[in-house]
């Protein structure tokens, strides 16, 4: 083989592997996920492999950016609803479909004032 072909080789090669390093599990295929749309098969296909299964919820999660999704399906392997929490944020959207809506009631703050003592 002359230089140029393998050059050409190489280059082949890290593209493909580049290509392949493409992070499925983000916040904006997440959110390509419909409920009552999306089965089991177009959830792999746009998240990837789940981080762990149980019958019918599968964990996704990201501890680089501190960033999980929880997805639960029906019966019949479609997408009855779906969670994402982000702990940097704390943002969490969604909920399990087996749990009772949350209360509604009042919202309370509660604001704290802080000093910093320098030395």
């Not at 994402?84 to 809506?101: A, K, L, Q």
Request: aromatic fraction near 10%.
């Amino acid at each position: 083989m002359n230089r140029k072909t393998v050059g050409f080789f190489v280059a082949l090669t890290a593209l493909a592997l580049l290509a392949g390093c493409e992070r499925k599990f983000t916040h904006d295929r997440f959110d390509m996920i419909q409920a009552g749309v999306d089965d089991q098969e177009d959830v792999r296909h746009i998240l990837g492999k789940p981080a762990s299964e149980l019958s019918d919820q599968w964990f996704y999660d990201d501890l680089d950016d501190h960033y999980s999704a929880v997805i639960y399906f029906d019966d019949s392997g479609r997408v009855q609803n779906k969670e994402w929490m982000d702990s940097v944020t704390g943002e969490w959207e969604g909920r399990s479909p087996n749990t009772n809506p949350p209360p509604k009631g009042e919202v309370r703050e509660r604001h704290t004032k802080t000093r910093r003592i320098d030395d």
